[in-house]
């Protein structure tokens, strides 16, 4: 009997090969930095803990860079609004080569992982909402803490416990996490600005022409494209929106296909430049300033978790995330009319749900633009994420391991064909 044609693409299919080997050397520059992450947190963590945590806040609260330009900042600020405009802007480029020259060209491919990523921020940010409806009104403003998916997080858990998973799922992974990164932005300019200053916003936009004219014409020199992005970050930082929102702006501005000059384009350009930096530097050490949170022992975790707030980004994160990315996924896939990928089954697609409920980088961010650098509830929120992303890296690891034998055929498979 011959059989029946697919209906529509192959959901999870192997992409091309150049462009999985990208992904590959993405993917592993990541999952170093991830570890890198951890580290960092942990090293926080047990220092704000230990007899020597006055230190830590120390550290924390020493402030440098010029009054003058009003960036005499504590270290802790310089982390969460310098170091990662550098990760954003990282983000920014892999977001807008994968749409571009990527294989998230084919918008039936690009619409299902976008998709992944909105209910993704959709269902967590209503389970919050409606765990907190009956506490104060403070608590509602952390409604975006438990959107966020941490790539280099979750990937270092892959490391661990998903060696072989098909790369086909890493790279949706990778997709869901990046468009993820750039809802967060867009949610922390547009909910997140206390205060808005129109004319720095709008000196900012002057610098980035000539940024945006410069990488246009292939402009390479750091001498004069890093004053210009340094320019920008200092007046959107000074307008009052985060400054990280300048990171992904002048991202967007960096071509993806190389022009006159031979080789690759601009954008793949910096990213190799930029993402060690990155994932090696900027994560690290945002997680390493902002993860020291004091503990109280375990009767302090406890009693800490009963909190409404730290109860709704738990829940976000352990079951509004995998329960967003997995409805968006099942339903895009029958409205595209995809099939899944013959090796795979909807299993694998439920622990990578799972997984995205990793959140750490951007999650402690919101949570300090929340509720602010050292509060009290912005101590709950590291708990509850820390909790969360711990909760949901368990509960993968063990739905990915139970299908390790399926990945190493697939592996195996794919070997004997190359």
Known sequence: MTQAPSRGFRLFSPGSWGEARRLVDILRAETVGGAL??????LGMVWANSPWSETYEGLRAVEIGPAVLHLDLSLATWAADGLLAIFFFVAGLELKREFVAGDLRDPRRAAIPIAAAVAGVLVPAAIYLLITSGADAE??????VPTATDIAFALAVLAVIGRHLPAALRTFLLTLAVVDDVLAIAIIAVFYTGHLAPLPLLAASAPLVVFALLVRRGVRAWWLLLPLAATTWGLVHASGVHATVAGVLLAFTVPVIG?????????????HRFRPLSA???VPVFAFLSAGVPL???DGVAKALTDPVALAIVAGLVIGKPVGVMAATWLMARFTRADLDENLAWVDVLGLSILAGIGFTVSLLIGELAFGIGSERDGLTKIA?????LAAALLAAAILRLRNNAYRRIEQASLTEG
Not at 385 to 389: A, F, W
Request: overall charge positive; cysteine-free; hydrophobic content about 50%.
């Open 37 to 42: 992450l951890l580290a960092g947190a942990l």
């Open 139 to 144: 608590a509602a403003r952390g409604w975006a």
């Open 259 to 271: 022009g006159r000059r031979a080789g690759p384009g601009l954008a793949e350009h910096f990213e």
């Open 280 to 282: 090696g530097v900027a």
């Open 296 to 298: 109280g022992g375990l």
């Open 385 to 389: 994420v820390l909790t969360g992303s």
